[in-house]
C-alpha cells in the first residue's frame, strides 16, 4: 500500500513535506490494527469493484486517524490517495484517456494545498468533495470541471428556443478548481472539451452548461476591473439568479482563512484580496450567482 501511495504520489507534483507527512500518516495508520481496519476495508472494496459508501468511508478514515494519532484531515485525504491508482485503472477499461484522470486527480492536489493554506495541516477538510470522481460521475476536462444534473436553478427557465422546468432537463455543471487564473484560452479549450465529452447532452446542437458559485455573483461588476478573468467568465452566462450572502462563507477562497468579521483583517496581497476587501469596507456584502451558458462546440452562443 505505501509503495502504491508513493506512485501515486509521485506522478504529481506534491510538496516534499506534503509527501512525508502523508507516507508517514499511512505508516502510523497500518501499524494500528483498529486504524488499518477502519483505512483499508473500503480501498479494498474499491479495488473489488464493490460500491463504497463515501460518507461511511470518511467517517472511518478519520476515526483510523484518532486512533493512530494522525490529522483527521490527513486520514481522510489518505483516503482517497489511496484510491487514486484503483481508479485509473477503472478509467482504463472503460477506455477514458488518461489525461483526463490524471487532470481530475490534480483535484486532490489543489485540495491538499487549500487545506495546507487554511489550516496548516496537510490533507483536505472536504474530503465530502471527491466521491463523484471516484463514482466516475465528475471529470476534469482542462480546467474545468463538469458533472452531470438535471436543471435546478429556477423553476422554469427559455432560452433559444429551449424551456426547462426544474428537475425536467439533464444539464451540465461546471465546477472551477483553485489551480490559478482563469485564462480565457484555457476556459474555452474546457468548454470544447465538454462539448465532445458529453455530447448526448446537446439540446439542438447547443451544450447547456449551468454554475453555481460566488464567481457568478453579478455585484463583482462593481468592483472588478473590466479586464477581469472572472468578469470574462462570469459574462459567458446569463445570470438567472444572484443572492447575497451574510457571513461570507467563501472566504477562505480568496483569502486562505475564513472571515474574521473585519475586512481590515484580510490579506491584501493580490488585486482581487484588495478589491473584495475594499468592497467589504464599504459595506458590500458578499454572494452567489446562479447561471446558465450555451456552447456550440466553438463558442459560447448568446
Given at each position: 500500500?505505501?509503495?502504491?501511495?508513493?506512485?501515486?504520489?509521485?506522478?504529481?507534483?506534491?510538496?516534499?513535506?506534503?509527501?512525508t507527512?502523508?507516507l508517514?500518516?499511512l505508516?502510523?495508520?497500518?501499524?494500528n490494527?483498529?486504524?488499518?481496519?477502519?483505512?483499508?476495508t473500503?480501498i479494498?472494496?474499491?479495488?473489488?469493484?464493490?460500491?463504497?459508501?463515501?460518507?461511511?468511508?470518511?467517517?472511518?478514515?478519520?476515526?483510523?486517524?484518532a486512533?493512530?494519532?494522525?490529522?483527521?484531515?490527513?486520514?481522510?485525504?489518505?483516503?482517497?490517495?489511496?484510491?487514486?491508482?484503483?481508479?485509473?485503472?477503472?478509467?482504463?477499461?472503460?477506455?477514458i484517456?488518461?489525461?483526463?484522470?490524471?487532470?481530475?486527480?490534480?483535484?486532490?492536489?489543489?485540495?491538499?494545498?487549500?487545506?495546507?493554506?487554511?489550516?496548516?495541516?496537510?490533507?483536505?477538510?472536504?474530503?465530502?468533495?471527491?466521491?463523484?470522481?471516484?463514482?466516475?460521475?465528475?471529470?476534469?476536462?482542462?480546467?474545468?470541471?463538469?458533472?452531470?444534473?438535471?436543471?435546478?436553478?429556477?423553476?422554469?427557465?427559455?432560452?433559444?428556443?429551449?424551456?426547462?422546468?426544474?428537475?425536467?432537463?439533464?444539464?451540465?455543471?461546471?465546477?472551477?478548481?483553485?489551480?490559478?487564473?482563469?485564462?480565457?484560452?484555457?476556459?474555452?479549450?474546457?468548454?470544447?472539451?465538454a462539448?465532445?465529452?458529453?455530447?448526448?447532452?446537446?439540446?439542438?446542437?447547443?451544450?447547456?452548461?449551468?454554475?453555481?458559485s460566488?464567481?457568478?455573483?453579478?455585484?463583482?461588476?462593481?468592483?472588478?476591473s473590466?479586464?477581469?478573468?472572472?468578469?470574462?467568465?462570469?459574462?459567458?452566462?446569463e445570470?438567472?439568479?444572484?443572492?447575497?450572502?451574510?457571513?461570507?462563507?467563501?472566504?477562505?477562497?480568496?483569502?486562505?482563512?475564513?472571515?474574521?468579521?473585519?475586512?481590515?483583517?484580510?490579506?491584501r496581497?493580490?488585486?482581487?484580496?484588495?478589491?473584495?476587501?475594499?468592497?467589504?469596507?464599504?459595506?458590500?456584502?458578499s454572494?452567489?450567482?446562479?447561471?446558465?451558458?450555451?456552447?456550440?462546440?466553438?463558442?459560447?452562443?448568446k
Amino acid at each position: 500500500m505505501k509503495t502504491e501511495l508513493q506512485n501515486f504520489l509521485d506522478q504529481f507534483p506534491y510538496p516534499a513535506e506534503a509527501q512525508t507527512t502523508l507516507l508517514q500518516g499511512l505508516d502510523q495508520i497500518l501499524a494500528n490494527a483498529d486504524a488499518s481496519r477502519l483505512l483499508l476495508t473500503p480501498i479494498e472494496a474499491y479495488k473489488s469493484g464493490a460500491a463504497v459508501n463515501f460518507a461511511t468511508a470518511i467517517r472511518e478514515a478519520a476515526a483510523a486517524g484518532a486512533a493512530a494519532g494522525v490529522h483527521e484531515y490527513t486520514a481522510q485525504f489518505l483516503l482517497f490517495a489511496c484510491l487514486g491508482e484503483p481508479l485509473r485503472l477503472r478509467y482504463k477499461e472503460k477506455g477514458i484517456d488518461a489525461s483526463i484522470w490524471y487532470d481530475s486527480m490534480m483535484d486532490l492536489l489543489y485540495k491538499l494545498n487549500e487545506c495546507y493554506a487554511v489550516h496548516g495541516v496537510w490533507g483536505t477538510f472536504v474530503a465530502f468533495w471527491f466521491d463523484r470522481f471516484f463514482e466516475m460521475t465528475r471529470f476534469a476536462l482542462g480546467r474545468l470541471q463538469f458533472e452531470e444534473a438535471t436543471y435546478h436553478l429556477t423553476d422554469s427557465y427559455s432560452g433559444h428556443g429551449i424551456t426547462m422546468k426544474r428537475g425536467e432537463k439533464k444539464v451540465l455543471n461546471v465546477h472551477i478548481p483553485s489551480s490559478g487564473p482563469l485564462y480565457r484560452d484555457d476556459v474555452l479549450d474546457s468548454y470544447r472539451r465538454a462539448y465532445h465529452f458529453y455530447n448526448d447532452l446537446t439540446i439542438n446542437g447547443l451544450l447547456p452548461i449551468i454554475c453555481e458559485s460566488w464567481l457568478l455573483y453579478d455585484r463583482m461588476q462593481e468592483f472588478l476591473s473590466a479586464d477581469s478573468n472572472i468578469l470574462r467568465f462570469q459574462q459567458d452566462f446569463e445570470i438567472v439568479k444572484s443572492i447575497e450572502i451574510g457571513g461570507f462563507d467563501d472566504c477562505w477562497r480568496i483569502y486562505n482563512i475564513n472571515y474574521p468579521g473585519d475586512p481590515a483583517l484580510l490579506p491584501r496581497k493580490t488585486s482581487l484580496q484588495r478589491r473584495y476587501a475594499d468592497w467589504l469596507a464599504a459595506g458590500g456584502v458578499s454572494g452567489v450567482g446562479y447561471g446558465i451558458l450555451w456552447f456550440d462546440g466553438e463558442k459560447v452562443v448568446k
